[in-house]
């Protein structure tokens, strides 16, 4: 009995149904328990040989369509038993996923080949060990807006010796740049032993290398840290020296965020002609990178507005940030958005609305664990609660935690909040020594509007 004819028994039957005739034909089982009845009833070796002869058919057929149907390819070489063939189609899967900026499939499947790898033996040569450290990076670097720091971090620095013993430059560099920028903002200092390390090794191979790009970018770092932890002045003049300085087309979670980071530093400082060209520089070299750039860089042009007080434009362009950032799953983005509209929200009075949206980012920030921001968002949480049901508001914790991190820019802003409470309940004096501190933190970092 030919195909066809099985089919249009089946579909006379009522087990299938045609559901396109456009690219090709395709049949669908009309019901999920059918799928897995008729499924059950192979035999394991049976099951095997058809999943490879439907993954060769496929990679026949559709040479040219090999990246997009990765994900499907490597189910099929999976559980027809050939593994290495089913970690390739994953990475290729991963990596489609990361180009079409669908960030959590990418994840997925870089996470699903690291599980397939086989366990670790002091007999792999250099080249599965390279694949191993790719694969693994791959899976953080795909995570790295969404997983909690700490895992984060556990994984890059198991990666170290790994890499190490490859002699690999270009792959240390981007585990030492995402091992320091996790540090920073898990509350590291730039100076501590291990982010100082990272800092120290990018910068070798970067000299090593006659790299300027690596060269650069651990001064940019620090710049873009200083920036949001309070040394505003500092750490525009780092970004202001050192941006020139690094590829455009470099491909770098680093370098997108630094140049928003400049635009905010400058509109801290209350340059803002030269913030505005600054983010609009950041905006245009975003377009050309991935989703998480382009995030960043939304995320700066309205913090930019919102130092302004312009508002009108701040708020849609922070709640596009927020759709936008979590409908890609990018946890770490959607920090950042809530606080720029929660924080426009409450200083237009819009206290319900503030609400709402600071407590999706206090929340996240507890999952993704950003020490620089969680007190932050919880500060900010806690201030509008208390404006809505004018009770008090405990930022002792919050204040306690920036303090802690050396986070000077926060320790400010939460002093400010706990000002706004005290005046509230009418506690003049409190409130005045509160502003007058956060005042002279700003001032001694050039904050000059605020």
């Not at 499947?109 to 694949?131: E, Q, Y």
């Not at 989703?291 to 312009?310: C, E, F, N, P």
């Not at 503030?354 to 620089?372: F, K, T, Y």
């Amino acid at each position: 009995m030919s195909a066809e004819t099985q089919i249009d028994t089946l579909e006379a039957k009522g087990l299938i149904r045609l559901a396109a005739v456009q690219p090709e034909i395709e049949y669908l089982f009309r019901h999920a328990l059918v799928q897995d009845a008729a499924y059950g009833s192979l035999l394991k070796q049976e099951r095997r040989g058809l999943h490879a002869q439907v993954g060769e058919a496929l990679e026949e057929l559709y040479p040219d369509r090999r990246e997009e149907l990765a994900a499907v390819l490597a189910m099929h070489f999976e559980q027809a038993g050939e593994t290495d063939k089913a970690i390739d189609y994953l990475v290729a899967a991963g990596h489609y996923g990361a180009k079409r900026n669908a960030i959590r499939e990418a994840y997925e499947a870089f996470d699903r080949a690291a599980a397939l790898l086989p366990a670790a033996g002091p007999t792999r040569d250099s080249a599965i060990r390279r694949r191993e450290v790719e694969i693994r990076l791959g899976k953080i670097h795909a995570g790295f807006s969404f997983l909690p720091g700490e895992e984060i971090i556990a994984g890059l620095e198991a990666l170290v010796p790994e890499v190490d013993a490859l002699g690999d430059d270009q792959i240390a560099a981007k585990i030492h740049e995402l091992i320091a920028m996790t540090r920073l903002q898990t509350g590291d200092d730039p100076e501590s032993p291990a982010v100082k390390r990272s800092l120290d090794r990018m910068r070798e191979i970067g000299e090593r290398r006659g790299d300027p790009t690596l060269q650069w970018l651990p001064f940019a770092i620090v710049g873009m840290n200083n920036v949001f932890a309070g040394s505003v002045r500092d750490g525009v003049a780092q970004l202001s020296e050192s941006l020139p300085n690094l590829a455009e087309g470099a491909s770098s979670i680093a370098i997108s965020f630094a140049r928003g980071a400049l635009a905010v530093g400058l509109a801290t400082l209350g340059e803002f002609d030269k913030a505005e060209e600054a983010a609009a520089s950041a905006r245009e070299l975003a377009e050309r990178g991935d989703v998480i750039a382009q995030l960043d860089a939304k995320i700066m042009t309205s913090m930019v507005r919102a130092l302004k007080g312009d508002f009108e434009t701040a708020m849609p362009l922070a709640q596009e940030c927020v759709d936008l950032a979590e409908g890609t799953g990018a946890s770490a983005c959607v920090m950042a958005s809530s606080w720029v509209l929660g924080d426009g929200l409450h200083r237009q009075g819009q206290f319900e609305e503030a609400r709402d949206v600071l407590a999706r980012g206090a929340a996240v920030s507890e999952i993704v664990d950003r020490r620089v921001w969680r007190p932050t968002l919880q500060a900010w949480l806690r201030t509008t609660v208390a404006a809505l049901d004018g009770t008090d508001a405990d930022l002792e914790e919050a204040l306690a935690t920036a303090r802690s991190i050396r986070n000077r820019g926060g320790e400010a802003g939460i002093l400010m909040k706990r000002a706004e409470v005290a005046e509230r309940r009418g506690d003049l004096e409190a409130a005045l020594l509160d502003y007058e501190t956060a005042a002279r933190i700003y001032e001694d970092g050039g904050a000059r509007p605020l």
